[in-house]
């Protein structure tokens, strides 16, 4: 089991390049999350995604969207970005229990 | 907006000593309270976790306290070992989004020889 896995690991962006951070899992997880980790900060909730077709806003949700393909895989885009989304980017998933999230190695984003 | 505040930031520890990480909720409407360990350069992952039920849960030199009624948990590192250095999340599920983990803003532990 490969687990979380997380691509692009990191990424350079200009001002107002998009791109999207994919995610997938192999555990047959119901619920998938993206976080992202700012020195200081912790880990905030971006978005997730109770159960494969259902997404939902976290925390700091503005400027970025997300696509549930299918169980597995739960993507971010970044249509605009901006220099304050730079950061790292931590994708997880959990099964029946809340508490035991499984995160992936994270994306480190810099936009310029 | 729910909220778990952690302290210290920062904790430097000399090996065999004890490391106590400390954090507090602003309201009683959470349901677990688990705590994660992050390498640098790796995601978290979860270390220990309790039950507002329960007082103290221990597995091996990690140790977790809760008391409800002054909404504070705490996790307890003994005889810490350089291996322990990493940054340790405390979080938090609310009783109406059990969906959601909240967490605090981090300690980063450092463990000297």
């Known amino acids: 089991n490969a687990g979380v896995t997380q691509t692009p690991k990191f990424q350079v962006l200009k001002t107002g390049q998009s791109m999207t951070l994919q995610c997938a899992q192999d555990?047959?997880?119901?619920?998938m999350y993206w976080y992202r980790q700012d020195p200081g900060m912790g880990l905030r909730l971006i978005y997730y995604s109770a159960s494969e077709g259902t997404t939902d806003k976290g925390e700091v949700p503005n400027g970025y969207n997300v696509s549930r393909l299918n169980k597995r895989e739960f993507s971010l885009r970044l249509e605009s970005a901006a220099p304050s989304q730079t950061s790292v980017y931590f994708c997880a998933s959990t099964g029946w229990s809340v508490e035991t999230q499984y995160f992936g190695p994270g994306t480190r984003l810099l936009v310029l | 907006q729910q909220q778990v505040k952690q302290s210290p930031q920062s904790l430097i520890v000399q090996k065999g000593g004890i490391s106590i990480i400390n954090c507090a909720y602003e309201n009683t409407a959470f349901d677990y309270f688990p705590w994660y360990q992050q390498f640098p350069g790796k995601g978290p992952a979860l270390l220990i976790a309790?039950?507002?039920?329960?007082s103290e849960k221990k597995e091996g030199r990690f140790t977790i306290s809760f008391n409800k009624s002054a909404k504070q948990f705490s996790l307890h590192i003994m005889d810490s070992q350089p291996g322990d250095s990493a940054t340790y999340f405390c979080a938090a599920i609310p009783m109406d989004s059990s969906y959601k983990l909240i967490f605090g803003s981090g300690t980063r532990l450092l463990v000297r020889p």
């Open positions: 555990m047959n997880h119901n619920s």
């Open positions: 309790i039950r507002p039920d329960v």
